[in-house]
Structures are given as structure tokens and as C-alpha cells.
């Protein structure tokens, strides 16, 4: 059952990055490519959730492990001799609290509650993030 509504969130995130299939770009392929991802990753942390005795260690290694497979496309970004402080500022913002500190919580959340309950409360980040959005940066 939670295959079917992880494949079902990934095709309504399919609906959601492109209008019509005519007009599906790169940007609209790595957004449902990272609905998929996101929804194994959910099943996985269900499947290991007895295992699991600390959630910051697990989450720690999740996102370490995470960040070495980027390695081998590094080559198609900016040379870090073009990487300002700032960006160094954001990517460590991301590293601890969009990845260690919200993986944690999920896990956490996880051990009491259902992976398709998870996945439910995942789906929220793109209604908030377009609400925030549109509030803070009056994105249209």
C-alpha cells in the first residue's frame, strides 16, 4: 500500500512540474526523480526503524553517505575558487538543518508514526513552499 501511494504522490508531483508533457524539461525530470527518491527513502527508514538506536547517528551517516554520492558529478558545478563565503554559508545551512536536523525528525517521527502518514506530511513542502513563497518573496 505504501508503494502505491509513494508511485501516486510521484505522479501527482509528475502533474504538478509541467502542465503538458510537451512542455517537460530538465527542471520538471529531477523534480520527479527526487519525488521517487524521497518516497523509497521513506520506505527504507520504515523498513529500519527497529534497527535504529540513535536517530542523529543515523541521520548524521544517511546524509554523509548521501553527500559523498554527489562526488562524481562535481566536475558540472562552479570551481570552488568561484564559491563565495556566502555560498559556503548556504550549503552548510542545508547540510545541518534541512538535512541532519529534518532527517532526524522524520526518523523520529517515523517510529511512531505510519510511512504513508510521512509521506502525507512530506507532500506538504511544496503547498508551503509556494505559500512562503508567495508571502515572503511575492513570487507569483
Do not use: Y
Not at 5 to 11: C, K, R, T, V
Not at 51 to 74: G, H
Not at 84 to 110: D, E, H, K, P
Amino acid at each position: 500500500g505504501v508503494l502505491l501511494g509513494a508511485a501516486l504522490a510521484s505522479f501527482g508531483t509528475l502533474l504538478l512540474a509541467s502542465p503538458g508533457l510537451d512542455s517537460f524539461s530538465n527542471g520538471d525530470l529531477l523534480t520527479v526523480a527526487c519525488a521517487v527518491v524521497f518516497a523509497l527513502q521513506i520506505v527504507a527508514v520504515t523498513q529500519a526503524q527497529p534497527r535504529i538506536k540513535s536517530v542523529w547517528a543515523f541521520s548524521f551517516w544517511q546524509s554523509t553517505i548521501a553527500a559523498l554520492a554527489t562526488v562524481p558529478f562535481l566536475s558540472r558545478f562552479p570551481s570552488l575558487g568561484e564559491v563565495t563565503g556566502l555560498t559556503w554559508v548556504g550549503i552548510a545551512w542545508i547540510a545541518v538543518m534541512s538535512s541532519v536536523l529534518a532527517f532526524s525528525f522524520q526518523v523520529r517521527a517515523q517510529a511512531v508514526l505510519s510511512a504513508s502518514v510521512s509521506a502525507t506530511l512530506f507532500l506538504l513542502e511544496g503547498p508551503f513552499a509556494a505559500l512562503f513563497g508567495w508571502w515572503i518573496f511575492n513570487d507569483q
